[in-house]
């Protein structure tokens, strides 16, 4: 039925004909989105899961919502969109869901899904309210109470994206809701949770939109096995869904790497102790005359923790003093010092716990920090033993000037999980996973592989632009080797040269830091005589405001690095040549990278050749992608690296680009 109704509406009878009803705008037919739409539509009705990759114009979004929606009315259960970027969540939400509704002449039902830490928990609240002196007696953070008690009088959703004036993080922190800190049902607040209300929205929608981290940190919390299975269906904001799509999911391997590992840090365990205890003024949830011990177990377990991370960050400093990511790479080299002071103060706090009422408002908490300082010790074992065989270890260092450390435990490759949670998953809803780009020349198979989905069906759109005519590219071939010491001054006569050709209104893409602000500051003559206006990221404004200033100033420039070669859309003139320094190789410093390219070379792979190459790929296609959004763009993309022309691998990245005219420089 759904199939059909997809069918009908990419069919010419279709509503978007009716100019009235398309506000307007004269319908183009676009057999790629047909097809995407019908492949779509056929899979959700056989239950199966599909790789598209569908390049920019296809009207991708469209393709997958009609289907999606015609799914959930027919299953009467919701669908989930998932999207890396807030500007993509936006356009479906304020855009396209209103404009499909007004189509079908038909309301849909839609809200949108966030983890519960979004969320103001009023039992927290209230507890916070009244003991307000024995958490923050001299504090400054006793004024925002009474902030926050105003707003919520007012609030509709109690979600923190929603406060007018900015609360700190660390009050905000006090307040939220928990997994594992919630009555439920015995809460007197029950009837008027904001998180329940949340819940119930999503049960009762038809589609939800979501980011990657909330959905990747859903599904993750399902996986988990846990004692209680009432606490694991608790614990997921998300409703049985009927389908899923995730789109930009090129981004889709990094975000979910980050939610199906372990981590702790120093910050957080700072932070839980101080929860339970801070000193006879701060006596917090360790108030009462029984709780001797444990207040003597946390302050053993506060000294030597201090102790411990003073050591590390010494350590760590003396390794590099840049804050950067240092790999742990031998087993047990340190031992966890924290390990038997944190068992003795678990048992402390159970025994206390046991003798508390559990419906005491404080008790809820206390089994909560419970858990939470147990799984911060499970991370900081499996970290110092390196147990787990194929995960990566390493210590960052963050907050101010770098002096807190985070322990992270990270599976080297995911596939086999996210096969396990998405693509073989007991629930069988089918997975919709699409991308503008996700091919290297034609190959879909390296992206499919490295997500799990290697056994799913997949299909490869072609674009409906007419590159031949919209797009020249020049290609650097006599530029010096870009390692060599001649690429920096030749680079910036080029990149003069090109800007000069255009105007202006050009993205200047860049691998590193200090490649982009060395030719920025050497070309500040160069930018002055000739009236450009030149954005530079890192710089005075933020990359969203550097995009508005971009779109809204003549002869604009940007200087952009890793968050401009992907997911950032600005039509027409305004952008009509796109500057490519150097191909987009990943350094592997970073250990994720180093760890992953180790494990292709133990099982006989060539870690360039396997990973390095089609990575770069992937990434000089989103940076050649941000040119043309539209049938009527033009402009040029220029290439400076010279390896794209003399080195063998260079053909994997023109081969993955459509054919247009070619200038050699
Ligand atoms: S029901 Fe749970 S989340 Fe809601 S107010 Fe009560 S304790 Fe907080």
Redesign the pocket.
Known sequence: MSLFESDQFFSDKSPLRDSQRNEGLQYETRPQQARMAHEIAASLARGEHLCIEAPTGVGKTFAYLLPMVFHAFETERPVLVSTHTINLQEQILKKDLPFIERLLGREISYAVGKGRSNYL????LSQIASLEQRYFAGEELSGQISTLLNWVQNSQNGDYTEMDRQLSRQLWNLVC?ERG????KR?R??QK?F??KARRRLADCQVIIANHAFFFSSMAMRGKPTAKDEENQNSSLLPKLSAVVLDEAHTMEEVASSHLGARSDTLSIRQLLNRLYVDERHPRLLANDNCLECRRAVNELRAQAELFFARLLDWLQQQSQRPQPLRYTVPNHIDNHLDSLIAKLLFELKKLSGSSEPEAEDAQELKLIIESIRTHNEALNLFFSMRENEYVYWFERFGKEGREISFNCVPIEISKQLNELLFNNLEKFPVIVTSATLAIAGDISFFQKRVGMQNCPSLLLDSPFDFERQVKLYLGQNMPEPNSPQFLPEAEKQIEHFLSLSQGRAFVLFTSYSMMNELYENMQGFFAKGGYQVYVQGGEYRPRRMLELFRENEKAVIFGTASFWTGVDVAGEALSNVIICKLPFSVPDHPLIEARCEMIKFRGGNPFLHYSLPEAVLKFRQGFGRLIRSKQDQGMVVIMDCRVKQKFYGRFFLESIPKCPVEIF
Do not use: D, G, H
């Not at 800190?181 to 439920?184: A, D, E, K, S, T």
């Open positions: 928990c009023l039992r927290r809701c800190n919630c009555l439920n809460c607040f029950y949770c998180l329940f």
